[in-house]
């Protein structure tokens, strides 16, 4: 990392930093500028070293050179990771698509969606059970109901369930039922939750956190890899900026830039990420052509009848539309869809 | 709530509407526009009508009226609550301030420092056991034995202790040494955390999460209100936006705004909400003339040294000075301090 | 537009709006609910009227049902408009593209350059006469000299010239040589210089600035279209975030946001959107699949040496490639490109 | 700088980027590190140069030591500007005042202004003549009747006008008749109108853009500085985020950084910083408890008739009250109020 020095740094505050550089294990290297002296510590990156340096005195920043993440790191494993299971098959060339309602409401709605999004092409089936609601005042899920019946829509369609977790008391519960677990946007740096997950041994599909930067989610899927558990999808389901025509701002350029930095693969959801039902199908197309790794959709037979987020949930008609149209496009940018 | 009609709508898309708010028990009254149509749907607010509502078939929006939360309103409760514990005070005109290092590191530091906050007038002591830290190579905390050497200090001072707890398994454990659950930014939105911590009966701590809007921030404590614990902190602690100057953006407008919205008390953390010691004490002074009910500030013997965010942390000398300021400020604006 | 009452507004204040609400010339309707009562202000919607009743006494604010530009919106002009200069055809099923340098840096850049981008397939040739740019230190434009070169490389090409125009002095020098006028991000909303270029009677690409919402983006483009030029396209170049692994946010879903708002042309400006080379030409594939009229690029011969933002510029070669891509996906999504 | 090399960076890289460093005239200077290759470069900062290093192969990022601005810079002027205009004085342990309404309406209008904000403590008189409106469709402004009456209510108080100019052409005429140049939110990078205000010679206050970073916003000033002008003023008036209780969030950290930063004094807006008439006197206390070196805060004799803004103005005997308010508090702080 590289220490910047205040203009007026004087000798005795370079001297103290490299003093304190070596303490810490580290190499200094002195460079000084015309119009400032910076100091490099070299050596292998140890978390503390940095916010040890910056509060000394005469140190304008420390600018850290490393990622702070290792194993989410295409630095340390060059091969693409693809997740798994049953026939879903999400990363590495395959586009692998999540779809189902937002919340599992009664045995014959999950029945229903299960048997059409899978006639559709999908692989994977959302619903939650245990449902984090912004309001208390909310329908907070079916709880255990819903996980069995999930699992017997699983059953029925061969589809892979991937359903959220909310604590790590239920991690054992909902990892009896479902064959991916699932971390809320809200839960992204919930760390006892992370690892309860991670030794779980199930695949996890982690969200964004809405203000999250990149640096701060693939540190939360350290958390998950930290335990032996290299099962990891990243979900980008948008972040929360100044703009309120949409639910949150669904940043594409993620998908590119994650490719790019991680092996892990990347999941848009763009029923989130737009909060507009009819803005999920073009989102869709687009996540493809930006080299998604898979999709998560929200499907309801009934949206006007959902009892959460409906307004973001596709009928059954648009949904074969949209499998129709990204199809097309996964063939024009080289993916398996 | 307002139900807004497209331009285009027909007459059978409106009908349709005030078919579906009389489903959900509540009354409609319809107002035709020069342009549009819009539907009024009366009574009292039932969560899950707004979104029942938008997924209608010629609805361009729904506008609720109401605001979302009841308990935390001051429509329900007009007089100001008061956080009170040993002798901090925060509310209804005095300014508790609560102080100590980010996290809990030895014995002999949180006692140095419990002593020094005390003597220049915090009545809180905060300080860091079980710590939730964004990579998973940083210092984790003391755990236990951080919460044994606080309820030292506390023997010492007669300081209220003001600690972080992470997940509803831990609630007894650091509810039996603390005696304030603080509930940290990341977790604002760990519904199973915030029931745990509301059942406790112990005086909460809620941190804004840094994308947190008013309500659901305030939404957040409603889900602690309704345990049946009135004892409420709210903590403004920056949020995240394009700046990169600071850490956080630290939106002292927060403090009259949820004056006029909620009874909670109010209480800033200028440390996290800047990131940097130099302009800490400036914005706890700004934070005191902003009518903040009370300050949450770390403060470290040897900053450079800290475990953890030492770069925002006051010398003890920093924080004497801080404490002279915010009183006069307190002072001029007619605030006990 | 609705005045939301607060709950203890009398009827003293309920009359005194409606009192107001009949100056302004509307018809008031009041709408008495469970806890409060709301007010509805009919008749065409005249500007300022929301203003004067949000600061009524006893009025919690005030509700506008009605969009705020008029000319822009496809509830006043259904049919899509398409921007039609030389063989650049933006709107209306048609995909343009502009490509070139960031700045006119000489003539043998600019003619390579222009020809390359032709061959290519390009319709449309992009490059900086007057840069407005951050720093006074940097490279300010070759200003006239620029426009001369831009013109040579049209009149060997046929390529419609798009460049800025940085102030209302300079419109008919700039428009002397260009086919559209670009207006940048940061002048979105200098209303001089909109009036200005819109009365040339020349095409108008309008950069959103990135701070700017939907409404006040499409009020800008208003100003223009107010002049009685309608030949307007809308540049989405990305939006200011707290994300800083690419240098601005790109919501692709202004796209299929505004064309179901607007029958103006949405172009996509993926370099700025990105401000990085390898994230540009996919971002752009999926800029058309989300149905993008058109795309903005930069493209460098040398990016290394260019004198302003070589980091975000395509190489020949990746602009090949990128165009060979964007082709495929625009006929998945029944585009002609 | 500080060029960093990916970690695959080969020593043809290396090398390459070290024969460019030497092109640009700086020093190279290299580090080898145990997992990456850095380069410093030495010299006097030239812009352009960050930007020719990064485009380089096996480049990951260029990390700039010095701040972009100069002149704007306590690295170069130590001592504090102070801005004196007739009896308004801005900085260096004054607190000036700046009040009057948002447009200039009628004579009578700005007259009773101008006498109240006089009687309560106010040294300068603000008021639109010109205005930049979102809207074309809203009140635009009396324009240069607007700037006769500011120049009668200036003969009748003596107070310092303070009124925007919105384009190059116009600064003749608004110089005419205003103390201070006013360049707004919208305009902060309209180069071609920074340059002529700077030119006019007279002081200038150059408000915050909503997505501006603090380096853009003192650029920006650099720009004025440039022309010989020393008598810039900095106007922090909030900043766009997500938050929408307020209409933009007031940062007031702002405040200390740049006092920190630059010589040049700080003024803060709490009209449009809140845009809600019930926090702007509160927030006014918090900025002079923050150290702000002014105010400018919008008052009108009846808001709720005011042609724009009214919902931000302050009733004259809320300002009488504010200004009793930030005199205790500037006193508290030691500032002449």
């Known amino acids: 990392m590289i220490v910047v020095m205040k203009p007026g740094a004087s000798q005795r505050h370079i001297d103290h930093i490299i003093e304190r550089i070596e303490q810490l294990g580290l ?46 790191s295409t630095e340390v494993k060059q091969d693409r990771t693809q997740v798994t299971v049953r026939q879903l098959r999400v990363g590495d060339g395959h586009v692998g698509v999540i779809a189902g309602p937002c919340s599992v409401e009664s045995r014959s709605q999950i029945l229903e969606i299960a048997h059409l999004v899978r006639e559709a092409g999908a692989a994977g089936l959302r619903g939650g059970a245990f449902k984090p609601r912004t309001s208390p005042y909310s329908f907070q899920g079916l709880k255990e109901k819903g ?89 980008e389901r948008g972040i929360r900026t100044f703009e309120d025509h949409t639910r949150f701002t669904l940043p594409l350029a993620t998908v590119p830039y994650l490719q790019q930095t991680t092996h892990l693969p990347v999941v848009v959801d763009p029923s989130h990420g737009t909060g507009k039902a009819s803005l999920v199908a073009t989102m869709a197309r687009a996540a493809v052509a930006a080299g998604a790794d898979g999709l998560m959709v929200e499907v309801h037979p009934d949206p006007e009848k959902a009892l959460s987020d409906g307004f973001q949930a596709l009928t059954p008609t648009a949904f074969q539309q949209m499998m129709a149209d990204c199809r097309r496009v996964a063939a024009a940018v080289g993916r398996q869809f």
Not at 47 to 56: I, N, P, R, S
């Open 147 to 235: 996980l069995e019946l999930l699992a017997e829509a699983r059953a029925q369609t061969g589809l892979a369930v991937v359903t959220e977790v909310m604590a790590p008391e239920h991690v054992a519960l909902v990892g009896g039922y479902s064959d991916v677990l699932q971390i809320g946007a809200r839960n992204m740096q919930n760390y006892p939750l992370l690892e309860a997950a991670g030794e779980s041994g199930l695949p996890v599909l982690l969200k964004r956190g809405p203000s999250a930067t990149m640096d701060e989610w693939l540190l939360a899927a350290e958390y998950i890899l930290k335990t032996g558990n290299t099962q990891v999808m990243l979900c």
């Open 27 to 72: 190499r200094s290297h002195v460079i000084v500028g015309t119009e400032r002296t910076v100091i490099a510590a070299l050596g292998e990156k140890r978390d503390g070293a940095k916010q040890a340096l910056e509060t000394g005195e005469g140190v304008e920043k420390v600018v850290p050179i490393l990622a702070p993440y290792k194993m989410a």
